[in-house]
């Protein structure tokens, strides 16, 4: 990942200003029904530019938001309310997230999953469900299209994930396609909602 992690710090300007000339609620409503409500603990994971952070916060929510690139995380903070946590961390195992002693009543991967190598999935999973609340949900986004910026996307699927979710207790309660807000014509997207099976 260190090679895609090289290009959003290179580009973190362009990059901000990409994901904040769109809004949550265009980007998200595909899962509407379960945006969370005020009191919530959110972990927003790849937070980038803190559109979603912002956004969880202004609805009364708590925030841990996780983002691996510096500069992408410093623009982040500094145009963000400073009652978001910011985190400089990765998956697959989030090890100062960890230390945080903290669960999660949602946890968001947008325009995440498909930059983590298919052999490096399972593991990232597992380490999510051990930051996740009993009645909690974890939100993926999965981008089908290629990059074309020197970023490294790996395929994705709704088969791959169901397979790995039930392997960590995980089932799927929701799941969505949704063309790209930013109008990218090769770009589609699939939005799938998890939750622990009992």
Sequence with gaps: MSQTIAVYNQKAE??????????????????QEYWPQSGYKILDI???SGRD???FVNQGCSVVAVEPCENLRQLGQTNSPSSIQWVGDNLPNLIHVEA?????????????????????????LKALVKL?????????TLR???????RKGYDVSMK??????????????HQSGSDDVLQRNSVIWETVVLRQQN
């Design 132 to 140: 996740l609340n009993t009645q909690g949900k974890i939100i993926v």
């Design 14 to 31: 362009q990059f901000v200003d990409q994901y904040d000339s769109v809004t949550f609620e265009s980007v998200h409503k595909s899962w």
């Design 144 to 150: 089908h299209g290629d990059f074309d910026d020197g």
């Design 46 to 48: 790849g937070a980038g």
């Design 160 to 173: 791959e994930i169901e397979n790995l979710a039930r392997q960590v207790g995980l089932m799927i309660c």
């Design 100 to 124: 945080l002693s903290r669960q999660f009543d949602l946890i968001l991967l947008s325009a995440v999953w498909m930059h983590i190598p298919v052999g490096l999935r399972l593991t990232s």
């Design 53 to 55: 952070s912002r956004w």
